[in-house]
């Protein structure tokens, strides 16, 4: 079982920065797949960003370029940094963890991007 505890979120005005933070409970080095997602007042839920266990990354379009996933594995700890924000970033962004046949979820952060 993991537990995931999200952190960093908050008000930001637009061009500006954040960087999101995913605490695991338990060691991330075997987690096949760590992931950010985000949803918006009224919208589905939507996949931002990705890093698998070999360290690969992928993103979603509207994020690429903006965006970077990482992870400390000594730290059991995933980073979403997010750079030149906008306004339709505003979302509660959620970690999610796969391990096996079991998926996770974290509380999620609310992010306002807002002048």
Same mark, same amino acid.
């Given at each position: 079982?993991?537990?995931? !505890?999200? *952190? @960093? =979120?908050?008000?930001?005005?637009?061009?500006? +920065?954040? %960087?999101?933070?995913?605490?695991?409970? %338990? *060691?991330?080095? *075997?987690?096949? *797949?760590?992931?950010? #997602?985000?949803?918006?007042?009224?919208?589905? %839920?939507?996949?931002?960003?990705?890093?698998?266990?070999? =360290? +690969?990354?992928?993103?979603?379009?509207?994020?690429? @370029?903006?965006?970077?996933? +990482?992870?400390?594995? $000594?730290?059991?700890?995933?980073?979403?940094?997010?750079? +030149?924000?906008?306004?339709?970033?505003? $979302? !509660? #962004?959620?970690?999610? $963890? %796969?391990?096996?046949?079991?998926?996770?979820? =974290?509380? =999620?952060?609310?992010?306002? !991007?807002?002048?």
């Amino acid at each position: 079982q993991v537990h995931l !505890v999200e *952190s @960093g =979120g908050g008000l930001v005005q637009p061009g500006g +920065s954040l %960087r999101l933070s995913c605490a695991a409970s %338990r *060691s991330i080095f *075997s987690i096949n *797949s760590i992931r950010w #997602y985000h949803q918006a007042p009224g919208k589905q %839920r939507e996949l931002v960003a990705a890093i698998d266990s070999a =360290g +690969s990354t992928n993103y979603a379009d509207s994020v690429k @370029g903006r965006f970077t996933i +990482s992870r400390d594995n $000594a730290k059991n700890t995933v980073y979403l940094q997010m750079n +030149s924000l906008k306004p339709e970033d505003t $979302a !509660v #962004y959620y970690c999610y $963890a %796969r391990l096996g046949i079991y998926t996770y979820w =974290g509380q =999620g952060t609310q992010v306002t !991007v807002s002048s």
